[in-house]
C-alpha cells in the first residue's frame, strides 16, 4: 500500500532568467516570492500551504507546464501509472519524468506539501 496525490504545478522557463519569470508569475498568481534560493535552476512560489504548489524551474526544452505527483513511494507510483498507460521517460535526482497516454509529460516526486500523509489518496499495491 502506498499514497500519492498532485503536489505541484511546474512552469518551465526556457532560459536563464527565473527572477524575472519570478517576477511576473508570483505577481499574476498573487503568490510570495521564494527567499534564499536553493538552487539556482529552481524558484518555489509561496502559497498557503493548503494550496498547490507552484515552482518555477529553468529548463532546456520549450516552456510549458507540468505537474508533479508527490508519492510516498516512487517505485510503486510509477509502477501504478504504468499499469494506467503511462511511460517512464527517466530518472532524475530523487523523481522519475513519465509521459501520460495523452503525450503530456509529468513527475513522480517524494512528499513535497506538509498535509501529505492525512490527505493523500492510498493505493493497494
Not at 54 to 65: A, G, N
Request: hydrophobic content about 35%; proline content about 6%.
Amino acid at each position: 500500500m502506498h499514497k500519492s496525490r498532485l503536489a505541484c504545478l511546474v512552469i518551465d522557463c526556457k532560459d536563464a532568467d527565473l527572477e524575472r519569470h519570478e517576477t511576473f508569475w508570483a505577481s499574476a498568481l498573487g503568490r510570495g516570492r521564494e527567499e534564499g534560493v536553493k538552487d539556482p535552476k529552481y524558484r518555489d512560489l509561496k502559497g498557503p500551504a493548503s494550496e498547490l504548489r507552484v515552482l518555477l524551474q529553468s529548463v532546456d526544452h520549450e516552456p510549458r507546464v507540468h505537474l508533479d505527483i508527490e508519492t510516498d513511494n516512487v517505485p510503486a507510483e510509477v509502477a501504478r501509472l504504468k499499469k494506467l498507460g503511462a511511460q517512464e521517460v527517466g530518472a532524475c535526482k530523487t523523481w522519475v519524468v513519465m509521459q501520460a497516454p495523452s503525450g503530456h509529460r509529468f513527475c513522480v516526486v517524494n512528499p513535497q506539501r506538509p498535509d501529505f500523509a492525512e490527505n493523500a489518496t492510498v493505493w493497494p499495491d
